[in-house]
């Protein structure tokens, strides 16, 4: 089904989804300084969900050990014009493979499971191949299995796409892509396995062990698993922007059951405020345990995974962070050296909330915005373009910068901008945003490769040549320049 829904109804929604915080004479400093900080959290928040079409979403705060904001914006769903609420509940993806995580290192923490033994230590009938590969390497994505959902059309492997057992049987059939431990690859099937194994050592289903060994425990008396298939009350709707971001679609989400370690809890940001906290706080695990769940983990050279233990690792010299990331639309961190969390919902499936939670981080982390500040300077020099135009994006951004002391915008921040004007038909204001970047990154095959594709979508042949060339020379294997240029200049 194909929603309608105008850009004016739902900047209303977001503007009526959070009133600015009261203030009054009476109010300490402190206090005031406080509600400064939500009021430009709030304005951050509203301005990306407008820039994202975001239709709803949640957010909350954990510092110290504390829930010290909550607050929901839009709508649970367009078709009923249902406002998020605190009971809302969203999808969270691949950000159960966190809760996945923790149910290994409970059972590790009980002697159950040793991290660095072979699956096939604990798992029967397993390919001869799968049998060495450890607990770690499955956690961390570096199995080398073959996967078995098809990462180009979504579907189980197979000749019988919706039938699980089929699937399976035809996954163990398949060659494995590398060596246990020699590289990283995102992978279903090595969650498929952890359920199993979780379900053995751990003596019941998955989920009934997550239910009563996290959910119960944490107080996450409404979260649970299910998809399109089931009944989930106070489920928000799941939605996904049509090609060009006119109006949207629904995104029927499918969690077979024998995958849900991997997928498939639905939650709001209250209830996993209250599981990161109890997990932080020795109810779920010693700390000792929740140490060893966030240490980064190393590949067969010795370089570092991008998965700690079921963690996505958000490496950096300071203010490291642990993820729990899941289908572009919902999401959160937690800075173990700062005793920060940052949680942040959506139903908006490509949304990416991630990327805002730095931003978000660095309202209570001083030094962190210094750090990663360059997602909020791109927000303000795309409102300031709003109100006076594009031309000179570079000198306003440089007064961004000298007033709120703001690092660069990442490349990757300018490109998604860029990207979103040319999904609105707005081709010569994505040629200001790529130029900067263009200007900001000489070096980016990506940015002179974005560049291009302006220029041919503003009808400008001779600089999308340019500029394909030139990203082709930064990156010989760019296939897509490669395409271009044999369109645009055959000879």
């Known amino acids: 089904?194909?929603?309608?829904?105008?850009?004016?109804?739902?900047?209303?929604?977001?503007?009526?989804?959070?009133?600015?915080?009261?203030?009054?004479?009476?109010?300490?400093?402190?206090?005031?300084?406080?509600?400064?900080?939500?009021?430009?959290?709030?304005?951050?928040?509203?301005?990306?969900?407008?820039?994202?079409?975001?239709?709803?979403?949640?957010?909350?705060?954990?510092?110290?050990?504390?829930?010290?904001?909550?607050?929901?914006?839009?709508?649970?769903?367009?078709?009923?014009?249902?406002?998020?609420?605190?009971a809302s509940l969203f999808s969270i993806n691949s950000a159960t493979k966190a809760f996945a995580g923790v149910a290994v290192m409970q059972l590790v923490q009980e002697g159950k499971i040793d991290l660095a033994a072979p699956i096939g230590q604990y798992l029967t009938g397993l390919p001869v191949a799968w049998q060495a590969v450890t607990v770690t390497q499955l956690l961390n994505h570096s199995s080398g299995l073959p996967d078995v959902l098809d990462q180009r059309s979504g579907k189980l492997v197979g000749p019988q796409p919706d039938d699980a057992a089929a699937a399976w049987t035809a996954v163990q059939a398949l060659p494995v892509e590398a060596p246990p431990g020699q590289r990283y690859r995102y992978n279903q099937t090595n969650y498929v396995l952890l359920a199993q194994l979780i379900?053995?050592?751990?003596?019941?289903?998955?989920?009934?062990?997550?239910?009563?060994r996290q959910f119960d425990v944490a107080g996450m008396r409404h979260s649970g698993f299910g998809d399109a298939k089931d009944v989930v009350v106070g489920k928000a709707s799941s939605y996904v922007l049509e090609r060009g971001g006119n109006g949207y679609r629904n995104v029927i989400?499918?969690?077979?059951?024998?995958?849900?370690?991997?997928?498939?809890?639905?939650?709001?940001?209250?209830?996993?405020?209250?599981?990161?906290?109890?997990?932080?706080?020795?109810?779920?695990?010693?700390?000792?345990?929740?140490?060893?769940?966030?240490?980064?983990?190393?590949?067969?050279?010795?370089?570092?995974?991008?998965?700690?233990?079921?963690?996505?690792?958000?490496?950096?010299?300071?203010?490291?962070?642990?993820?729990?990331?899941?289908?572009?639309?919902?999401?959160?961190?937690?800075?173990?050296?700062?005793?920060l969390a940052i949680i942040i919902l959506s139903n908006l499936a490509g949304g990416q909330p991630e990327q805002l939670i730095d931003t978000v981080a660095g309202f209570y982390v001083p030094a962190l915005r210094q750090q990663r500040g360059g997602a909020y300077a791109a927000h303000l020099l795309r409102n300031k373009a709003a109100s006076t135009g594009f031309d000179g994006l570079e000198q306003k951004l440089a007064a961004i910068r000298r007033q709120h002391g703001l690092p660069e915008?990442?490349?990757?921040?300018?490109?998604?901008?860029?990207?979103?004007?040319?999904?609105?038909?707005?081709?010569?204001?994505?040629?200001?945003?790529?130029?900067?970047?263009?200007?900001?990154?000489?070096?980016?095959?990506?940015g002179h490769d974005s560049l291009a594709e302006a220029y041919e979508a503003d009808g400008a042949t001779a600089p999308a040549i340019a500029h394909y060339r030139r990203s082709l020379e930064l990156d010989p294997g760019n296939a897509h320049a490669v395409a271009r240029l044999r369109v645009l200049a055959p000879d």
Do not use: C
């Not at 009526?16 to 300084?33: D, H, V, Y």
């Open 199 to 212: 379900e053995q050592q751990g003596g019941q289903p998955f989920t009934t062990f997550i239910q009563h």
């Open 409 to 446: 915008p990442a490349e990757d921040d300018l490109n998604a901008w860029g990207y979103r004007l040319l999904g609105r038909q707005q081709p010569k204001q994505a040629l200001a945003v790529f130029q900067l970047g263009v200007r900001l990154y000489p070096q980016g095959a990506n």
């Open 1 to 86: 089904m194909r929603v309608h829904f105008s850009s004016a109804a739902l900047a209303l929604a977001l503007a009526t989804a959070f009133p600015p915080a009261a203030t009054g004479a009476s109010a300490l400093p402190a206090a005031q300084q406080q509600s400064q900080v939500q009021r430009d959290i709030a304005a951050f928040v509203r301005s990306e969900m407008r820039e994202r079409q975001i239709p709803g979403l949640q957010l909350a705060v954990i510092q110290g050990g504390k829930v010290v904001l909550t607050r929901n914006f839009g709508l649970a769903s367009l078709q009923y014009q249902v406002p998020v609420t605190d």
């Open 253 to 339: 989400e499918d969690f077979p059951v024998f995958m849900r370690a991997g997928a498939g809890i639905n939650s709001n940001a209250g209830e996993l405020a209250n599981w990161l906290i109890a997990l932080q706080s020795g109810r779920l695990l010693a700390p000792a345990s929740v140490e060893r769940l966030w240490q980064p983990t190393s590949l067969n050279d010795g370089k570092p995974a991008p998965w700690a233990l079921g963690w996505p690792s958000i490496g950096r010299a300071a203010h490291r962070a642990v993820a729990g990331i899941g289908g572009g639309r919902s999401a959160f961190y937690v800075y173990p050296d700062d005793g």
